[in-house]
C-alpha cells in the first residue's frame, strides 16, 4: 500500500520546538512511522485558540477520511470543538462526527448536551448536521432524545433540516421498532410537506418504515404526481417505485380487456386522448357514454400518474429512466408501453454496467411486448468490444425479438458470432440458433443444417454444444433425421466434452430403430471404455444397454450383462443403484417378474421435444428494475408487486377536502370590512357577531341586503363580488384568516334594525341568521322566532337554518361554542353564544350562570366500597361528585352512600387512622352516630390524589369493627373544568408542543358520529370544559389538574368517515397518556 506524501518529510525536521510538527501525518504516507505519535500535530492544532488552525486540521482530517484512512484516534480532540463558533469548522466537525459517531458512541454521548443545543442552532446546515449525528449514535438509551429531535425538525422552517429529519426516521427504525406508531405520525406530517427536497426523502422514510400503510398516500398522491419532476433524481426513483406499487393497488388494469381494445383500435386510441384532456368534472359523463363502446375507462389519477412521468424518459440519470420505463411497463396500456423503448435503446450507449441492468430488463420486456423493441433491433447487434455478459444478453434479446420477417438476418449475424474467440459467447450463439429453430418452423431445417455443419469444426466446445442443440431439435422430427443421426454417432471417437457424448448415447438409444445395425457397435465402443467414462456419460451407457437388449438381445445381450455388471462395482453409487435397478427391470426373475413385462413401456415411452425457453420467461413477477430482478430471487427487503384490483377501490378517497370557511379570499374580507352593513352613522350598539360565522354566507348575505334595502352600494360593485367569490371558489383558494381580523370580526358591534325597516331588513335578518346558524334545527323554530319583537331576535341565537336561494352555503354549529349543560330557560338569563369566549372573566356566583356552567356531569355512577356480605350487612358505595370539595380545593370530591342491611344498628361510623403513599392526604367525613336497620346516609369526603391514579387506602370504622377499603380514581377524574377562548387554547397547546403532546387515531363507530354524543361520551370520561371551535367536526375541551393545576388541552378532530384523531397536550405526561388510552376506549365502544 502506498501513498503520495502531502507533505515533505524535510518540514517536520526544520519545525521550530514551539510549531506543530508536521512530518508524520499519516496522510502522507508514514508506513514505518511509530504510533505512538501519529496525529500529534493535529491534535495540536486542534487544541489552540486560532480558528485558521482548526480549519487547517480539520480540512487535512475530513481528507484523510476521503482517501479512506483511519482517523477514529482523534474522535476526543474533534468532538471538543463541536461549540466552536467558527461555522466552517462546526461544519467540518459534524462531517467527521457523522463518520465516526457510531464507532465512538461513549464519547458521542458525553457531547449529547452540544448536539442538543447545535439542534436550535440558527444556521440551518447546523441543525441538520447535530441531528445527522444524534441519529448516527446507536445506543438504545438515547432513543427518546431522537424521536423529540425528529419531531421538533420535521418542524422546522428549513427544508433541508425537514429533509435531514425524514433520513434520520429509518435509522431511528431501526434502532427501536418499537416507535413505529410515533414515526408513521412523523411520516405523514412530512408527506404533506409542499417542498421537493422534502419528497423524495420522506418517501424513502415510508417505504423503509410502513409500505403497508397505502392510506397515508392517498391525499398526497396527486401532489407527489405533480412534485415529481422537480424531486431530485434519487427522489425520482424512489417516489416512482413507491407509485408503481400504489397504482396496482387503487386502479384496474389497462389491459383486462385487451381483446376488445384492439377490435376497435382507433376508438380506443382516442378515447385516451380524451381521457387525458377530461378534468374530473367530466368523468361521470365519459363514464355514462363510453361504457357502450369501450369497456375500460382509465381512472384520471392513473392517467396522471402516466403523463407526469413521460417526461422523466429524457432524464439524463439511468436510474430515472429505468424506473420510468418499468412504471409504464407494469402499468400502462399496451398502445403506449411503446415509449419506453427509445428511451432505453439510448441507454445502451452508458457504461457496461448500466447495460447490463438496461439489458436484463429489455430481456424481459421483449418476452411480452416483442414488438415494442422490433424497430431498433439493429441495436441489440453485438460489438467485439461488449464483455461478456453484456453479449450474452443482447443475445438473449435478439432471440426474444426474431420472427419470420427479421430471421434471416438474425441467423446471419449469429452466423458471424460463431467464429468470435469467446468461447461461452459461441456456445450461447448455439444455444440462441436452437430456440430460433424451435420457435420458427420455417427455419428449423435451415438451423439443423447449420448445426450439423458445425460438427466439423475444430473447437472441440462448439461441437459439444452443437450435438447438445441438435439432439434438442431431432426430438421433434425423429423420423425425418436418421443420417444425422448416424453422422453423430460417428463422432463418438473424437467428441471428448461429456455433455456431448451424453448427448449422442441418448440420442442412438431412444432411435435406436433408426440405427438397427449402428446402435449395437457404439454399445460395444462404450462398454471398451466404461471404466474411463464421466458418470453422466456411464448413466446414458447403462440407459443405451437396457433398450438396446430391449429391442434386439439377440446381438446385444452379453453386452448389457457386461456393462452391468461393470456397473455393478462402479465407485459412484448413483451408477451402482442405476445398474441394479435396471437389471431387476429387463431380466426376468424366478421370483416373479411383474416388472419386467412393462420394461419396455417404461424405457421406450414417447417422450415430448423439450421446448427452448428463455431464462428469462418467468423473472416479470419481480418488479423490473429492482435487484431482485436483477438476480432472479427475493432481496431483503423487497415488497411484492402488487395483483390488480378486480373492482376499482373509491377513488375520492384522494380527494383533498377544503373547509369551506377558508375558501373566501383575502380580498373579499377587505371588501366586506371597508363595506357599511347599513349606514355610517351605526355600528355601536347591539350584539356582537358570531365569531363562527361562514365568510362565504356573510358576504353573500351582505350584498344581498345592501342591494335589497338600498344601502348606497351599487349593484356592479356587489355583482363583482359575487364574480370574484365564484372565481375564488372554482379555485379553492386556501387563504386563512389572520387572528387581528378574525377578533375584529367577533367584536364588531352593530344596531338594531328599525322596525319600519320592511321586508328587507327581515330578508336580511333571515340571511344573518343562516349565516349563524345549526343546520340541525327544524324550520317550525325559526316560524316561531319571527312573530318574536326584533330586538329580543337579534340577542338570541339563532336556531334555524333559512337556506339562501342563490346557492348552498355550509353553515357552522354554534351550539359547539357553549357548554353541554346550558339551557336558555328564560330570555333575561339567556346568554349569547358569540359571548361564550368572554364567560371565564365572569365571576363564577352569579347566580344565573353558576349552576348552568358548573353543573356536573353525572359521568361514573356509583361505585361499590364495601359489599353487604364483606361488611356484615353494611352496604358502602361511592361515587364521584365532581363538585369542588368545600373544605380544599385541590381534593377529589367523593360521595360515599351507607346503606345498613342488618338487623342491629350500626353505631360509630367513622374514617380511622389511614395508612396512605406520600403526597395522597383524605379530608375524613363527620363521624355517623347511628345508623338503624334499613336506613341509608350520604357522607361527603375530600381525596387529594396528587395528580395520580393510586389509590388511596383507609379503614371504615364502626363501634366494634374495622373494614379496609380503597378507592382507585379514574384519569378524568383528577381535574376540573377551565372554560378559555379559541385563541388562548390555541396560544397555550403551542406551549405544549414536542414530548408534552400525546396523539392517538381512533375510528368512531356510526353510534358515536353525532355532536352530541361524542361530547357526551369525553366530557363522561373526564371531568372538562368545552371550548369553542371555529372548524366543524372539531372538539376541544380544557381542564386542570386539581393538585398541580397543569393544563391538561384534549381536541378531537373526526372526519366524516369516521376517522378521527385524539390530541391531548398536557405537562403531566403519564395523565396525558392514561386520558387519551380512556377517552378513546369510550368513544369507540
Given amino acids: 500500500m502506498s501513498a503520495a506524501p502531502a507533505y515533505s518529510e524535510d518540514k517536520g525536521g526544520s519545525a521550530g520546538p514551539g510549531e506543530p510538527e508536521y512530518g508524520h501525518d499519516p496522510a502522507s504516507g508514514g508506513i514505518f512511522s511509530s504510533d505512538y505519535k501519529r496525529h500529534d500535530d493535529l491534535k495540536e492544532m486542534l487544541d489552540t485558540n486560532k480558528d485558521s488552525l482548526k480549519l487547517e486540521a480539520m480540512k487535512r482530517i475530513v481528507a484523510m477520511i476521503a482517501r479512506g484512512k483511519n482517523a477514529s484516534d482523534l474522535f476526543p480532540a474533534v468532538v471538543k470543538n463541536v461549540a466552536c463558533k467558527n461555522i466552517e469548522v462546526k461544519k467540518l466537525v459534524y462531517v467527521y462526527l457523522v463518520r465516526y459517531a457510531e464507532e465512538q458512541q461513549d464519547l458521542a454521548l458525553l457531547s449529547i448536551s452540544t448536539f442538543q443545543r447545535g439542534l436550535k442552532d440558527p444556521n440551518q446546515l447546523i441543525r441538520a448536521s447535530a441531528l445527522r449525528v444524534l441519529s448516527s449514535i446507536r445506543v438504545p438509551i438515547i432513543v427518546p432524545i431522537m424521536m423529540l429531535a425528529i419531531k421538533e425538525a420535521a418542524s422546522d422552517m428549513s427544508p433541508y433540516v425537514r429533509k435531514t429529519a425524514a433520513h434520520a426516521i429509518p435509522k431511528l427504525y431501526s434502532l427501536d421498532s418499537d416507535q413505529k406508531d410515533q414515526l408513521i405520525e412523523v411520516i405523514e406530517k412530512l408527506l404533506a410537506d409542499k417542498t421537493t427536497l422534502v419528497a423524495g426523502s420522506v418517501v424513502m422514510a415510508f417505504e423503509e418504515v410502513c409500505p403497508e400503510r397505502i392510506d397515508l398516500i392517498h391525499k398526497n398522491y396527486r401532489k407527489l404526481c405533480n412534485l415529481l419532476i422537480d424531486v431530485e433524481e434519487w427522489g425520482q426513483v424512489v417516489i416512482i417505485s413507491m407509485l408503481t406499487r400504489y397504482a396496482r393497488t387503487q386502479f384496474l388494469s389497462p389491459t383486462q380487456n385487451e381483446s376488445l381494445l384492439e377490435e376497435n383500435p382507433e376508438k380506443a386510441f382516442y378515447g385516451s386522448e380524451e381521457d387525458e384532456a377530461k378534468g374530473a368534472g367530466s368523468e361521470e359523463a365519459a363514464a355514462s357514454t363510453l361504457p357502450a363502446r369501450k369497456p375500460y375507462v382509465m381512472d384520471p389519477d392513473h392517467r396522471l400518474l402516466l403523463r407526469n412521468t413521460k417526461p422523466l424518459l429524457q432524464s439524463r440519470s439511468a436510474a430515472v429512466v429505468m424506473a420510468v420505463a418499468q412504471l409504464y411497463f407494469h402499468l400502462a396500456p399496451k398502445a403506449e408501453v411503446g415509449v419506453i423503448a427509445k428511451a432505453l435503446v439510448r441507454l445502451l450507449r452508458s457504461h457496461s454496467e448500466v447495460q447490463y441492468v438496461v439489458l436484463q430488463n429489455v430481456a424481459t420486456m421483449s418476452i411480452k411486448r416483442r414488438g415494442m423493441f422490433e424497430p431498433y433491433l439493429k441495436s441489440f447487434y453485438i460489438r467485439s468490444t461488449d464483455p461478456t455478459q453484456i453479449k450474452i444478453l443482447k443475445l438473449e434479446v435478439l432471440t426474444n425479438l426474431a420472427n419470420e420477417t427479421n430471421i434471416p438476418t438474425v441467423l446471419r449475424e449469429f452466423q458471424t458470432y460463431i467464429r468470435s474467440m469467446d468461447k461461452d459467447f459461441v456456445a450461447a ?228 377536502e377544503v373547509p369551506e370557511w377558508t375558501k373566501c379570499s383575502n380580498r373579499e374580507k377587505r371588501k366586506e370590512k371597508e363595506k357599511p352593513f347599513y349606514s355610517d352613522s351605526e355600528g355601536e350598539s347591539g350584539p356582537t357577531e358570531s365569531a363562527d360565522s361562514d365568510p362565504e354566507s356573510e358576504s353573500e348575505s351582505d350584498s344581498k341586503s345592501s342591494s335589497d334595502s338600498g344601502s348606497g352600494e351599487s349593484s356592479s360593485e356587489s355583482d363583482n363580488e359575487d364574480e370574484d367569490e365564484d372565481e375564488e371558489k372554482g379555485r379553492g383558494s386556501e387563504s386563512e384568516q389572520s387572528e387581528e381580523e378574525g377578533e375584529k370580526r367577533k367584536t364588531k358591534k352593530r344596531k338594531k334594525v ?99 356552567l358548573l353543573s356536573p356531569v353525572a359521568s361514573i355512577g356509583r361505585q361499590e366500597l364495601l359489599h353487604r356480605v364483606a361488611g356484615e350487612g353494611l352496604a358502602v358505595d361511592y361515587a364521584f361528585s365532581r363538585q369542588p370539595f368545600s373544605g380544599d380545593p385541590h381534593m377529589v370530591s367523593v360521595h360515599i352512600y351507607f346503606s345498613n342491611n342488618s338487623d342491629t344498628p350500626i353505631k360509630g361510623l367513622r374514617v380511622g387512622t389511614p395508612k396512605l403513599p406520600a403526597g395522597i392526604s383524605i379530608q375524613e367525613f363527620p363521624e355517623i352516630e347511628s345508623l338503624a336497620p334499613g336506613e341509608s346516609a350520604t357522607a361527603v369526603m375530600g381525596i387529594n390524589f396528587c395528580d395520580s391514579t393510586q389509590a388511596a387506602n383507609f379503614q371504615l370504622c364502626t363501634q366494634n369493627r374495622q373494614f379496609y377499603v380503597s378507592i382507585q380514581p379514574p384519569v378524568g377524574e383528577l381535574m376540573a373544568p377551565v372554560f378559555m377562548s379559541e385563541n388562548e387554547f390555541k396560544k397555550e397547546q403551542g406551549k405544549l408542543m414536542g414530548m408534552n403532546e400525546i396523539t392517538e387515531k381512533l375510528t368512531l363507530p356510526d353510534t358515536c358520529r353525532s355532536d352530541h354524543i361524542v361530547v357526551q361520551k369525553v366530557t363522561a370520561t373526564a371531568n372538562l370544559g368545552r371550548v369553542p371551535c371555529g372548524t366543524s367536526n372539531e372538539y376541544r375541551f380544557a381542564g386542570r389538574t386539581l393538585t398541580s393545576g397543569s393544563l391538561v388541552l384534549l381536541t378531537l378532530d373526526a372526519q366524516p368517515a369516521g376517522a378521527a384523531q385524539l390530541t391531548v397536550n398536557s405537562e403531566k405526561m403519564v395523565i396525558g397518556t392514561m386520558l387519551v388510552k380512556d377517552v378513546t376506549q369510550a368513544l369507540t365502544q
Fill in 429 to 656: 450463439t448455439i444455444q440462441a440458433i436452437g430456440r430460433c429453430a424451435t420457435n420458427i418452423g420455417r427455419v428449423r431445417d435451415t438451423c439443423l443444417n447449420g448445426l450439423v455443419q458445425l460438427l466439423s469444426n475444430r473447437d472441440e466446445l462448439v461441437v459439444a454444444e452443437s450435438v447438445v442443440v441438435i439432439k434438442k431439435l431431432l426430438q421433434m422430427q425423429p423420423a425425418q433425421h436418421g443420417e444425422i443421426i448416424k453422422h453423430l454417432a460417428k463422432l463418438t471417437d473424437n467428441i471428448q466434452v461429456p455433455m456431448a457424448r451424453a448427448s449422442i448415447l441418448w440420442l442412438i438409444g431412444e432411435y435406436c430403430e433408426h440405427v438397427p445395425r449402428i446402435a449395437p457397435d457404439v454399445l460395444r465402443k462404450m462398454a471398451k471404455s466404461f471404466t474411463a467414462e464421466e458418470d453422466i456419460v456411464k448413466l446414458q451407457i447403462i440407459n443405451l444397454a437396457a433398450k438396446l437388449y430391449l429391442t434386439n438381445s439377440k446381438q446385444t445381450k452379453l453386452l448389457t450383462q457386461y456393462v452391468l455388471s461393470l456397473a455393478k462395482y462402479d465407485q459412484n453409487y448413483d451408477i451402482r443403484d442405476r445398474a441394479r435397478f435396471t437389471r431387476q427391470l429387463i431380466v426376468p426373475s424366478e421370483q416373479g417378474g411383474a416388472l419386467s413385462r412393462h420394461a419396455k413401456k417404461l424405457f421406450l415411452a414417447p417422450k415430448p421435444a423439450p421446448v427452448l425457453e428463455s431464462s428469462f420467461k418467468d423473472r416479470d413477477h419481480f418488479q423490473l428494475g429492482s435487484l431482485s430482478h436483477l438476480l432472479n430471487a427475493k432481496a431483503t427487503g423487497y415488497q411484492e408487486l402488487p395483483d390488480w384490483p378486480e373492482e376499482a377501490p373509491d377513488p375520492s378517497v384522494r380527494n383533498v
Fill in 754 to 852: 328599525p322596525e319600519g325597516q320592511g321586508e328587507g331588513s327581515s330578508s336580511d335578518e333571515g340571511s344573518d341568521a343562516s349565516s349563524s346558524s345549526s343546520e340541525s334545527e327544524t324550520t317550525s323554530e325559526s316560524e316561531e322566532e319571527r312573530l318574536e319583537p326584533a330586538s329580543w331576535r337579534r340577542r338570541t341565537p339563532p336556531s334555524s337554518k333559512s337556506a339562501p336561494a342563490a346557492k348552498e352555503v355550509s353553515l357552522l354549529d354554534l351550539e359547539d361554542f357553549t357548554p353541554p349543560s346550558v339551557q336558555p330557560v328564560s330570555p333575561p338569563a339567556v346568554v349569547s353564544s358569540s359571548l361564550a369566549a368572554d364567560l371565564e372573566g365572569l365571576t363564577l356566583t352569579d347566580s344565573s350562570l353558576a349552576p348552568s
